[in-house]
Protein backbone atom coordinates (compact mmCIF):
# COMPACT_ATOMS: atom_id res chain seq x y z
CA UNK A 1 0.00 0.00 0.00
CA UNK A 2 2.95 2.04 0.75
CA UNK A 3 4.55 1.47 -2.41
CA UNK A 4 1.37 2.76 -4.56
CA UNK A 5 1.47 5.92 -2.38
CA UNK A 6 4.99 7.10 -3.15
CA UNK A 7 4.74 6.10 -6.91
CA UNK A 8 1.26 7.71 -7.07
CA UNK A 9 3.13 10.77 -5.46
CA UNK A 10 5.62 10.37 -8.14
CA UNK A 11 3.81 10.44 -10.93
CA UNK A 12 1.97 13.47 -9.87
CA UNK A 13 5.40 15.16 -9.48
CA UNK A 14 6.73 14.39 -12.85
CA UNK A 15 3.21 15.62 -14.35
CA UNK A 16 3.54 18.64 -12.39
CA UNK A 17 6.96 19.07 -13.97
CA UNK A 18 5.84 18.73 -17.18
CA UNK A 19 3.12 21.24 -16.99
CA UNK A 20 5.24 23.93 -15.59
CA UNK A 21 7.90 23.03 -18.62
CA UNK A 22 4.90 23.82 -20.64
CA UNK A 23 3.10 27.02 -18.88
CA UNK A 24 7.12 28.43 -19.03
CA UNK A 25 8.90 27.12 -22.02
CA UNK A 26 11.76 28.85 -23.27
CA UNK A 27 11.78 32.72 -24.25
CA UNK A 28 10.57 33.57 -27.65
CA UNK A 29 11.98 36.37 -30.26
CA UNK A 30 10.74 39.82 -29.82
CA UNK A 31 9.54 39.98 -33.21
CA UNK A 32 5.97 39.57 -34.61
CA UNK A 33 4.82 36.06 -35.06
CA UNK A 34 3.96 36.61 -38.51
CA UNK A 35 5.06 38.95 -41.04
CA UNK A 36 3.42 40.18 -43.94
CA UNK A 37 1.98 43.35 -46.07
CA UNK A 38 -1.61 44.59 -45.24
CA UNK A 39 -1.65 46.16 -48.69
CA UNK A 40 -1.06 42.64 -50.10
CA UNK A 41 -4.19 40.77 -48.30
CA UNK A 42 -7.00 39.79 -50.71
CA UNK A 43 -9.08 37.79 -48.63
CA UNK A 44 -9.35 37.05 -44.80
CA UNK A 45 -10.85 33.64 -43.37
CA UNK A 46 -11.59 33.20 -39.67
CA UNK A 47 -13.26 30.32 -37.65
CA UNK A 48 -14.55 30.84 -34.95
CA UNK A 49 -18.43 30.02 -33.74
CA UNK A 50 -18.61 29.93 -37.13
CA UNK A 51 -16.63 30.70 -40.66
CA UNK A 52 -16.29 34.29 -41.88
CA UNK A 53 -14.47 35.50 -44.95
CA UNK A 54 -14.27 38.52 -46.38
CA UNK A 55 -12.70 39.50 -49.54
CA UNK A 56 -11.44 43.11 -51.10
CA UNK A 57 -13.13 44.07 -54.64
CA UNK A 58 -12.32 47.33 -56.26
CA UNK A 59 -10.64 48.76 -52.70
CA UNK A 60 -13.29 48.21 -50.71
CA UNK A 61 -14.05 44.57 -48.21
CA UNK A 62 -16.88 42.56 -48.99
CA UNK A 63 -18.48 39.45 -47.02
CA UNK A 64 -18.85 36.20 -48.96
CA UNK A 65 -19.79 33.88 -45.74
CA UNK A 66 -21.87 32.93 -43.84
CA UNK A 67 -23.94 35.45 -46.10
CA UNK A 68 -23.26 38.00 -48.75
CA UNK A 69 -23.35 41.38 -47.32
CA UNK A 70 -21.19 44.81 -46.73
CA UNK A 71 -17.83 44.30 -45.00
CA UNK A 72 -16.90 46.93 -41.83
CA UNK A 73 -13.86 47.75 -43.41
CA UNK A 74 -12.62 49.29 -40.43
CA UNK A 75 -12.74 45.95 -38.57
CA UNK A 76 -11.45 44.16 -41.28
CA UNK A 77 -8.08 46.18 -41.18
CA UNK A 78 -8.05 46.04 -37.39
CA UNK A 79 -8.49 42.42 -37.46
CA UNK A 80 -5.41 42.23 -39.72
CA UNK A 81 -3.50 45.20 -37.57
CA UNK A 82 -3.93 42.74 -34.80
CA UNK A 83 -2.70 39.65 -36.92
CA UNK A 84 0.31 41.55 -37.59
CA UNK A 85 1.24 42.65 -34.06
CA UNK A 86 1.08 39.22 -32.01
CA UNK A 87 4.24 38.57 -29.92
CA UNK A 88 5.17 35.43 -28.74
CA UNK A 89 6.04 35.60 -24.91
CA UNK A 90 7.19 31.62 -24.35
CA UNK A 91 7.83 28.73 -27.14
CA UNK A 92 7.85 24.90 -26.64
CA UNK A 93 8.67 22.09 -29.26
CA UNK A 94 5.30 21.19 -31.18
CA UNK A 95 5.41 17.17 -30.47
CA UNK A 96 2.62 15.76 -28.71
CA UNK A 97 -0.99 16.56 -29.68
CA UNK A 98 -2.31 19.27 -30.59
CA UNK A 99 -5.47 18.83 -28.42
CA UNK A 100 -3.32 19.24 -24.95
CA UNK A 101 -2.98 22.45 -25.74
CA UNK A 102 -6.84 23.43 -27.01
CA UNK A 103 -5.48 23.81 -30.79
CA UNK A 104 -7.52 20.58 -31.84
CA UNK A 105 -10.20 22.04 -32.75
CA UNK A 106 -9.07 25.27 -32.53
CA UNK A 107 -10.58 28.04 -30.44
CA UNK A 108 -9.59 30.57 -33.45
CA UNK A 109 -8.40 30.03 -36.79
CA UNK A 110 -7.35 33.28 -38.68
CA UNK A 111 -5.81 33.34 -42.34
CA UNK A 112 -5.12 36.33 -44.69
CA UNK A 113 -4.57 35.19 -48.56
CA UNK A 114 -3.12 37.12 -51.37
CA UNK A 115 -5.02 36.56 -54.56
CA UNK A 116 -2.14 33.37 -55.34
CA UNK A 117 -0.93 32.37 -51.81
CA UNK A 118 -1.46 32.21 -47.85
CA UNK A 119 0.30 35.03 -46.25
CA UNK A 120 -0.23 34.32 -42.79
CA UNK A 121 -2.18 31.81 -40.64
CA UNK A 122 -2.32 32.12 -36.42
CA UNK A 123 -4.35 29.26 -34.71
CA UNK A 124 -4.94 29.88 -30.91
CA UNK A 125 -6.36 27.16 -28.22
CA UNK A 126 -6.84 27.16 -24.92
CA UNK A 127 -5.31 28.99 -22.12
CA UNK A 128 -2.42 27.67 -20.01
CA UNK A 129 -2.93 26.46 -15.95
CA UNK A 130 -1.78 29.95 -14.60
CA UNK A 131 -4.89 31.16 -16.80
CA UNK A 132 -3.25 34.29 -18.41
CA UNK A 133 -2.21 33.24 -21.49
CA UNK A 134 -3.02 31.17 -24.89
CA UNK A 135 -1.65 28.78 -26.80
CA UNK A 136 -0.83 29.52 -30.11
CA UNK A 137 0.54 27.77 -33.55
CA UNK A 138 1.56 29.71 -36.96
CA UNK A 139 1.69 27.31 -40.16
CA UNK A 140 5.45 27.93 -40.85
CA UNK A 141 6.35 26.53 -36.85
CA UNK A 142 7.54 23.73 -35.32
CA UNK A 143 6.49 25.04 -32.25
CA UNK A 144 3.53 26.03 -29.56
CA UNK A 145 3.95 29.51 -28.67
CA UNK A 146 2.28 31.55 -25.68
CA UNK A 147 0.49 34.42 -26.11
CA UNK A 148 -1.05 37.09 -24.06
CA UNK A 149 -4.70 35.64 -23.37
CA UNK A 150 -5.79 39.71 -24.92
CA UNK A 151 -5.12 38.61 -28.02
CA UNK A 152 -7.67 36.53 -28.20
CA UNK A 153 -9.96 38.75 -27.27
CA UNK A 154 -8.82 41.79 -29.49
CA UNK A 155 -8.73 39.37 -32.57
CA UNK A 156 -12.29 37.67 -31.48
CA UNK A 157 -13.75 41.45 -31.52
CA UNK A 158 -12.86 42.22 -34.93
CA UNK A 159 -13.85 39.04 -35.96
CA UNK A 160 -17.31 39.62 -34.45
CA UNK A 161 -17.56 43.05 -36.26
CA UNK A 162 -16.72 41.76 -39.68
CA UNK A 163 -20.22 42.29 -40.51
CA UNK A 164 -21.06 46.19 -41.44
CA UNK A 165 -22.93 47.76 -38.87
CA UNK A 166 -23.09 50.94 -41.22
CA UNK A 167 -25.72 52.01 -43.65
CA UNK A 168 -23.52 54.21 -45.30
CA UNK A 169 -20.10 52.30 -45.63
CA UNK A 170 -17.88 55.18 -47.81
CA UNK A 171 -17.31 58.36 -46.48
CA UNK A 172 -20.07 60.17 -45.95
CA UNK A 173 -17.71 63.63 -47.21
CA UNK A 174 -18.63 61.32 -50.84
CA UNK A 175 -22.56 61.95 -50.76
CA UNK A 176 -22.96 64.89 -52.58
CA UNK A 177 -26.93 64.99 -53.39
CA UNK A 178 -29.93 63.59 -51.33
CA UNK A 179 -33.37 63.55 -52.31
CA UNK A 180 -35.94 62.68 -50.02
CA UNK A 181 -39.23 61.94 -50.83
CA UNK A 182 -42.18 61.50 -48.42
CA UNK A 183 -45.59 61.04 -49.63
CA UNK A 184 -46.18 63.51 -52.45
CA UNK A 185 -43.37 66.01 -51.74
CA UNK A 186 -39.77 66.10 -52.03
CA UNK A 187 -36.80 67.71 -50.77
CA UNK A 188 -33.66 67.85 -52.73
CA UNK A 189 -29.88 68.44 -50.63
CA UNK A 190 -26.78 69.04 -53.07
CA UNK A 191 -23.22 69.72 -51.73
CA UNK A 192 -21.98 73.21 -52.62
CA UNK A 193 -18.72 75.17 -52.20
CA UNK A 194 -20.00 76.82 -49.60
CA UNK A 195 -22.50 74.05 -47.36
CA UNK A 196 -25.29 72.28 -48.31
CA UNK A 197 -28.36 74.05 -50.10
CA UNK A 198 -32.03 73.28 -50.40
CA UNK A 199 -32.67 73.03 -54.32
CA UNK A 200 -36.06 71.59 -54.08
CA UNK A 201 -39.16 72.19 -53.68
CA UNK A 202 -37.46 75.39 -53.39
CA UNK A 203 -34.16 77.27 -53.18
CA UNK A 204 -33.41 77.52 -49.51
CA UNK A 205 -30.12 77.42 -47.13
CA UNK A 206 -30.29 74.21 -45.88
CA UNK A 207 -29.76 73.35 -41.85
CA UNK A 208 -26.06 72.62 -42.13
CA UNK A 209 -25.21 70.68 -38.76
CA UNK A 210 -28.45 68.18 -39.35
CA UNK A 211 -27.77 67.25 -42.83
CA UNK A 212 -23.76 66.47 -41.34
CA UNK A 213 -25.52 64.65 -38.14
CA UNK A 214 -27.95 62.21 -40.73
CA UNK A 215 -24.70 61.55 -42.86
CA UNK A 216 -22.40 61.01 -39.64
CA UNK A 217 -25.20 58.49 -38.20
CA UNK A 218 -25.59 56.37 -40.98
CA UNK A 219 -21.69 55.88 -41.10
CA UNK A 220 -21.67 55.06 -37.66
CA UNK A 221 -22.46 51.40 -36.15
CA UNK A 222 -26.63 51.87 -35.66
CA UNK A 223 -27.67 48.53 -37.51
CA UNK A 224 -29.15 46.54 -34.82
CA UNK A 225 -29.58 43.36 -36.84
CA UNK A 226 -30.60 41.91 -40.12
CA UNK A 227 -33.39 40.42 -41.42
CA UNK A 228 -34.19 38.77 -45.30
CA UNK A 229 -35.67 41.32 -47.57
CA UNK A 230 -39.24 41.84 -46.94
CA UNK A 231 -42.13 44.07 -48.16
CA UNK A 232 -43.15 47.23 -46.97
CA UNK A 233 -45.06 50.00 -47.95
CA UNK A 234 -41.71 52.96 -47.33
CA UNK A 235 -42.68 55.51 -45.51
CA UNK A 236 -39.78 57.88 -47.14
CA UNK A 237 -37.54 57.20 -50.03
CA UNK A 238 -34.17 58.32 -49.70
CA UNK A 239 -31.84 58.25 -52.91
CA UNK A 240 -27.75 59.06 -52.00
CA UNK A 241 -25.75 60.10 -54.90
CA UNK A 242 -21.80 60.85 -55.01
CA UNK A 243 -18.60 60.64 -56.83
CA UNK A 244 -18.50 56.70 -57.70
CA UNK A 245 -21.45 55.94 -54.69
CA UNK A 246 -25.62 55.36 -55.18
CA UNK A 247 -27.66 54.09 -53.19
CA UNK A 248 -31.29 53.76 -52.32
CA UNK A 249 -32.89 53.65 -48.36
CA UNK A 250 -36.51 53.15 -48.45
CA UNK A 251 -37.90 53.74 -44.97
CA UNK A 252 -40.61 51.81 -43.50
CA UNK A 253 -42.74 53.04 -40.56
CA UNK A 254 -40.81 52.17 -37.28
CA UNK A 255 -41.16 49.22 -35.16
CA UNK A 256 -40.78 49.60 -31.53
CA UNK A 257 -37.76 48.28 -30.98
CA UNK A 258 -36.37 49.13 -34.60
CA UNK A 259 -36.24 50.89 -37.79
CA UNK A 260 -36.20 48.71 -40.75
CA UNK A 261 -34.82 50.66 -43.39
CA UNK A 262 -33.87 48.55 -46.82
CA UNK A 263 -30.85 49.55 -48.85
CA UNK A 264 -30.47 49.21 -52.71
CA UNK A 265 -26.54 48.36 -52.46
CA UNK A 266 -27.38 45.17 -49.36
CA UNK A 267 -29.06 41.92 -50.01
CA UNK A 268 -30.54 42.03 -46.28
CA UNK A 269 -32.90 44.78 -45.11
CA UNK A 270 -31.40 46.24 -41.79
CA UNK A 271 -32.99 46.78 -38.33
CA UNK A 272 -31.76 50.50 -37.17
CA UNK A 273 -31.33 52.20 -34.28
CA UNK A 274 -34.81 54.16 -33.71
CA UNK A 275 -32.72 57.30 -32.75
CA UNK A 276 -32.12 57.35 -36.86
CA UNK A 277 -36.63 57.95 -37.23
CA UNK A 278 -36.42 61.89 -37.16
CA UNK A 279 -34.07 62.45 -39.48
CA UNK A 280 -34.94 59.99 -41.89
CA UNK A 281 -38.66 60.75 -41.85
CA UNK A 282 -38.08 64.79 -41.60
CA UNK A 283 -39.60 67.00 -43.92
CA UNK A 284 -38.72 70.00 -46.19
CA UNK A 285 -39.43 72.65 -43.17
CA UNK A 286 -37.02 70.46 -41.05
CA UNK A 287 -33.69 70.63 -43.54
CA UNK A 288 -33.85 74.53 -43.95
CA UNK A 289 -31.58 76.84 -41.92
CA UNK A 290 -33.09 78.55 -39.52
CA UNK A 291 -30.27 81.31 -39.10
CA UNK A 292 -31.67 84.49 -40.45
CA UNK A 293 -28.35 86.25 -40.57
CA UNK A 294 -26.56 83.99 -43.40
CA UNK A 295 -23.28 85.11 -42.69
CA UNK A 296 -20.64 84.61 -40.12
CA UNK A 297 -20.46 88.35 -38.51
CA UNK A 298 -16.43 89.00 -39.21
CA UNK A 299 -17.03 88.65 -43.38
CA UNK A 300 -19.89 91.50 -42.76
CA UNK A 301 -18.51 94.83 -44.96
CA UNK A 302 -21.54 97.02 -45.14
CA UNK A 303 -24.82 97.52 -43.96
CA UNK A 304 -27.51 99.25 -45.54
CA UNK A 305 -31.36 99.94 -44.25
CA UNK A 306 -33.99 101.10 -45.83
CA UNK A 307 -37.46 102.30 -44.36
CA UNK A 308 -40.37 102.46 -46.55
CA UNK A 309 -40.04 106.17 -47.91
CA UNK A 310 -36.87 105.41 -49.39
CA UNK A 311 -34.86 106.55 -46.35
CA UNK A 312 -31.81 105.09 -45.83
CA UNK A 313 -28.74 104.26 -43.92
CA UNK A 314 -25.20 102.80 -44.70
CA UNK A 315 -22.96 101.55 -42.30
CA UNK A 316 -19.50 100.11 -43.59
CA UNK A 317 -16.59 98.83 -42.26
CA UNK A 318 -13.06 100.18 -42.78
CA UNK A 319 -9.79 98.56 -43.87
CA UNK A 320 -8.40 99.25 -40.02
CA UNK A 321 -11.69 97.36 -39.00
CA UNK A 322 -13.56 100.57 -37.42
CA UNK A 323 -17.10 101.27 -38.51
CA UNK A 324 -18.17 104.15 -40.62
CA UNK A 325 -22.07 105.96 -40.38
CA UNK A 326 -21.94 107.97 -43.88
CA UNK A 327 -18.51 109.52 -43.49
CA UNK A 328 -18.63 109.69 -39.60
CA UNK A 329 -17.13 107.58 -37.26
CA UNK A 330 -19.55 105.18 -36.21
CA UNK A 331 -20.41 103.05 -32.67
CA UNK A 332 -18.94 100.32 -33.26
CA UNK A 333 -20.06 98.00 -30.78
CA UNK A 334 -23.66 99.25 -31.86
CA UNK A 335 -23.06 98.27 -34.93
CA UNK A 336 -21.66 94.82 -33.57
CA UNK A 337 -24.92 94.07 -31.63
CA UNK A 338 -27.03 94.96 -34.69
CA UNK A 339 -24.97 91.98 -36.26
CA UNK A 340 -25.13 89.57 -32.59
CA UNK A 341 -28.24 90.32 -33.21
CA UNK A 342 -28.87 88.57 -36.34
CA UNK A 343 -26.84 86.55 -36.24
CA UNK A 344 -28.50 85.18 -32.65
CA UNK A 345 -32.38 85.37 -34.03
CA UNK A 346 -33.91 82.14 -35.20
CA UNK A 347 -36.99 81.36 -37.53
CA UNK A 348 -39.71 79.88 -34.95
CA UNK A 349 -41.48 78.67 -38.08
CA UNK A 350 -42.25 78.93 -41.90
CA UNK A 351 -45.04 80.32 -43.44
CA UNK A 352 -44.59 78.75 -46.99
CA UNK A 353 -46.00 81.37 -49.10
CA UNK A 354 -48.27 82.63 -46.73
CA UNK A 355 -48.21 86.13 -44.93
CA UNK A 356 -47.11 87.80 -48.23
CA UNK A 357 -50.08 90.59 -47.78
CA UNK A 358 -48.34 91.67 -44.95
CA UNK A 359 -46.27 93.65 -46.63
CA UNK A 360 -43.97 96.11 -47.51
CA UNK A 361 -42.04 95.80 -45.15
CA UNK A 362 -41.02 97.91 -42.44
CA UNK A 363 -37.88 97.73 -42.79
CA UNK A 364 -35.42 96.28 -45.52
CA UNK A 365 -32.01 95.61 -44.53
CA UNK A 366 -28.88 94.15 -46.33
CA UNK A 367 -25.52 92.79 -45.52
CA UNK A 368 -22.51 92.95 -47.65
CA UNK A 369 -19.81 90.53 -47.53
CA UNK A 370 -16.42 91.76 -48.99
CA UNK A 371 -17.03 89.25 -52.24
CA UNK A 372 -20.09 91.86 -52.74
CA UNK A 373 -22.46 88.97 -52.02
CA UNK A 374 -25.37 90.31 -49.98
CA UNK A 375 -28.35 89.01 -48.21
CA UNK A 376 -31.37 90.93 -48.27
CA UNK A 377 -33.16 90.53 -45.16
CA UNK A 378 -36.95 92.07 -45.26
CA UNK A 379 -38.55 92.59 -41.72
CA UNK A 380 -41.57 92.86 -41.27
CA UNK A 381 -44.45 93.89 -38.21
CA UNK A 382 -43.87 92.23 -35.07
CA UNK A 383 -45.93 89.37 -33.74
CA UNK A 384 -45.77 89.37 -29.88
CA UNK A 385 -42.46 88.17 -29.34
CA UNK A 386 -41.43 87.82 -33.05
CA UNK A 387 -40.89 89.39 -36.34
CA UNK A 388 -41.98 88.44 -39.97
CA UNK A 389 -39.13 88.37 -41.88
CA UNK A 390 -39.03 87.42 -45.51
CA UNK A 391 -35.45 86.25 -47.12
CA UNK A 392 -34.29 84.83 -50.30
CA UNK A 393 -32.07 82.31 -48.33
CA UNK A 394 -34.96 81.64 -45.83
CA UNK A 395 -37.11 80.59 -49.12
CA UNK A 396 -39.80 82.68 -48.70
CA UNK A 397 -41.57 83.94 -45.41
CA UNK A 398 -41.14 83.38 -42.04
CA UNK A 399 -41.27 84.25 -38.47
CA UNK A 400 -38.81 84.81 -36.34
CA UNK A 401 -37.30 85.73 -32.69
CA UNK A 402 -34.71 87.88 -31.68
CA UNK A 403 -35.02 90.74 -34.10
CA UNK A 404 -35.19 94.11 -31.39
CA UNK A 405 -36.76 96.80 -32.65
CA UNK A 406 -33.63 99.53 -31.10
CA UNK A 407 -31.42 98.15 -33.26
CA UNK A 408 -33.61 98.76 -36.74
CA UNK A 409 -33.07 102.74 -36.43
CA UNK A 410 -32.43 104.78 -39.48
CA UNK A 411 -31.19 107.81 -37.21
CA UNK A 412 -27.43 108.29 -38.24
CA UNK A 413 -27.37 109.87 -34.20
CA UNK A 414 -28.27 106.52 -33.16
CA UNK A 415 -25.00 104.76 -34.78
CA UNK A 416 -22.76 107.73 -34.42
CA UNK A 417 -19.62 107.29 -32.22
CA UNK A 418 -20.02 109.07 -29.10
CA UNK A 419 -16.51 109.55 -28.62
CA UNK A 420 -14.63 112.49 -28.94
CA UNK A 421 -11.11 110.89 -29.91
CA UNK A 422 -10.86 107.22 -30.73
CA UNK A 423 -6.77 106.37 -29.26
CA UNK A 424 -4.84 104.40 -27.62
CA UNK A 425 -3.49 106.81 -24.84
CA UNK A 426 -0.15 104.64 -25.11
CA UNK A 427 0.22 105.94 -28.87
CA UNK A 428 0.49 109.60 -27.64
CA UNK A 429 3.79 111.15 -28.10
CA UNK A 430 2.97 115.07 -27.15
CA UNK A 431 0.81 117.31 -25.42
CA UNK A 432 0.32 120.90 -26.08
CA UNK A 433 -2.16 123.14 -23.68
CA UNK A 434 -3.53 126.24 -23.57
CA UNK A 435 -6.07 128.19 -21.83
CA UNK A 436 -6.61 131.21 -22.32
CA UNK A 437 -3.08 133.09 -22.25
CA UNK A 438 -1.43 130.27 -20.35
CA UNK A 439 -0.02 127.29 -22.14
CA UNK A 440 1.85 123.92 -20.95
CA UNK A 441 3.35 121.12 -23.11
CA UNK A 442 4.43 117.37 -21.78
CA UNK A 443 6.64 115.15 -24.35
CA UNK A 444 7.17 111.59 -24.29
CA UNK A 445 11.03 110.51 -23.84
CA UNK A 446 12.31 106.88 -22.86
CA UNK A 447 12.45 108.06 -19.52
CA UNK A 448 9.02 109.06 -18.95
CA UNK A 449 7.02 112.53 -19.48
CA UNK A 450 8.82 115.60 -19.66
CA UNK A 451 6.88 118.62 -18.74
CA UNK A 452 7.05 122.36 -19.16
CA UNK A 453 7.49 125.20 -16.73
CA UNK A 454 3.99 125.62 -16.49
CA UNK A 455 2.17 122.16 -16.28
CA UNK A 456 1.32 121.10 -12.61
CA UNK A 457 3.19 118.65 -10.45
CA UNK A 458 -0.34 117.55 -8.91
CA UNK A 459 -1.40 116.26 -12.20
CA UNK A 460 -0.25 113.65 -14.65
CA UNK A 461 -0.19 113.19 -18.61
CA UNK A 462 -1.83 110.16 -18.43
CA UNK A 463 -4.63 111.75 -16.00
CA UNK A 464 -5.18 114.30 -18.59
CA UNK A 465 -4.99 111.94 -21.49
CA UNK A 466 -7.78 109.70 -19.91
CA UNK A 467 -10.12 112.49 -19.49
CA UNK A 468 -9.91 113.34 -22.99
CA UNK A 469 -10.13 109.29 -23.74
CA UNK A 470 -13.96 108.89 -21.46
CA UNK A 471 -15.03 112.05 -23.10
CA UNK A 472 -18.37 111.20 -24.45
CA UNK A 473 -20.66 113.43 -26.73
CA UNK A 474 -24.03 114.48 -25.39
CA UNK A 475 -25.32 116.44 -28.77
CA UNK A 476 -24.44 116.22 -32.62
CA UNK A 477 -23.93 119.06 -34.28
CA UNK A 478 -27.69 119.63 -35.79
CA UNK A 479 -28.34 119.50 -32.01
CA UNK A 480 -27.03 122.72 -30.89
CA UNK A 481 -29.09 125.93 -30.69
CA UNK A 482 -27.33 129.32 -30.54
CA UNK A 483 -24.43 129.58 -28.74
CA UNK A 484 -24.61 133.07 -26.29
CA UNK A 485 -20.80 134.14 -26.10
CA UNK A 486 -18.32 131.72 -25.16
CA UNK A 487 -16.71 132.09 -21.36
CA UNK A 488 -13.68 130.45 -21.43
CA UNK A 489 -11.18 128.94 -24.53
CA UNK A 490 -9.00 126.48 -24.25
CA UNK A 491 -7.18 124.74 -26.78
CA UNK A 492 -5.83 120.96 -26.92
CA UNK A 493 -2.78 119.18 -29.78
CA UNK A 494 -2.24 116.29 -29.38
CA UNK A 495 0.54 113.98 -31.55
CA UNK A 496 0.08 110.40 -32.01
CA UNK A 497 2.98 109.51 -34.27
CA UNK A 498 2.47 111.10 -37.62
CA UNK A 499 -1.43 111.99 -36.37
CA UNK A 500 -2.34 115.28 -35.05
CA UNK A 501 -5.36 116.19 -33.44
CA UNK A 502 -6.45 119.50 -32.31
CA UNK A 503 -9.49 120.04 -29.72
CA UNK A 504 -10.71 123.69 -29.66
CA UNK A 505 -12.81 123.82 -26.37
CA UNK A 506 -15.59 126.70 -25.47
CA UNK A 507 -17.53 126.68 -22.05
CA UNK A 508 -20.82 128.06 -24.10
CA UNK A 509 -22.82 128.77 -20.61
CA UNK A 510 -24.20 127.10 -17.73
CA UNK A 511 -22.82 122.97 -17.53
CA UNK A 512 -22.03 122.50 -21.17
CA UNK A 513 -18.85 122.59 -23.11
CA UNK A 514 -18.54 122.56 -27.24
CA UNK A 515 -15.95 121.22 -28.91
CA UNK A 516 -14.31 121.12 -32.55
CA UNK A 517 -12.07 118.39 -33.52
CA UNK A 518 -9.65 119.31 -36.32
CA UNK A 519 -11.80 122.54 -36.94
CA UNK A 520 -14.80 120.19 -37.83
CA UNK A 521 -18.88 121.07 -36.58
CA UNK A 522 -19.16 121.90 -32.93
CA UNK A 523 -20.23 119.16 -30.92
CA UNK A 524 -21.64 119.00 -27.75
CA UNK A 525 -19.94 117.65 -24.58
CA UNK A 526 -21.20 116.49 -21.09
CA UNK A 527 -20.19 118.45 -18.53
CA UNK A 528 -17.66 121.64 -18.06
CA UNK A 529 -14.65 120.44 -19.19
CA UNK A 530 -12.69 123.66 -19.65
CA UNK A 531 -12.42 124.49 -15.96
CA UNK A 532 -11.38 120.83 -15.27
CA UNK A 533 -8.40 121.51 -17.64
CA UNK A 534 -6.91 124.55 -15.09
CA UNK A 535 -6.03 121.39 -12.92
CA UNK A 536 -2.93 120.68 -15.11
CA UNK A 537 -1.57 124.34 -15.75
CA UNK A 538 0.22 126.02 -12.60
CA UNK A 539 -1.76 129.09 -13.21
CA UNK A 540 -4.66 130.24 -15.76
CA UNK A 541 -6.21 133.09 -16.63
CA UNK A 542 -10.31 132.51 -17.51
Known amino acids: MRWRTVGLLSACCALGVAVVKLDRGTPAAERPLLSFSRGDVAEVMAVEAETSVVVRTAGRWQLVRPVVDAADGGSVESLLEQLGEVRAERSFPAGGSRKQFGLAPPALTVVARSASSELALLTLGGRNPAGDHRYAQTA ?10 GVFFRLSSAVGGLRSRRV ?39 DEALVRSLLRRLGEPVVRGYVPQEACEPAATWI ?89 PADGSAVMRLIRGFEAARVESFLNGAGDGMWPPELVI ?75 SARRSLDGWKTSEQWTTEASPESLLSMIRDARIARFTEDIGAVEGPEEMAALRLALGDRVVELSLVRAGGDSTLVRVNAGPPLGLAGSIVPRLRRWLRTAEG
Open 240 to 328: LRGAGYADTLRVCLPRPESLIVRSSARSWTLAVDTSLTPLLLAGWDSWRDRSVLPFPPFEIQAIRMTGPAGDALALTRTEQGSWLVGAD
Open 168 to 206: LEPDAGTVDTLRCTIGDSAVVLARTAEGWRIDEPRPARA
Open 366 to 440: AFTRADGETAIINVGPRRKAARLVRANHLGGCAVARGIEPDSLSRDPRCWRSRMVIEMDTELVDSIDLRIGEVAA
Open 140 to 149: DSAVICLVPD
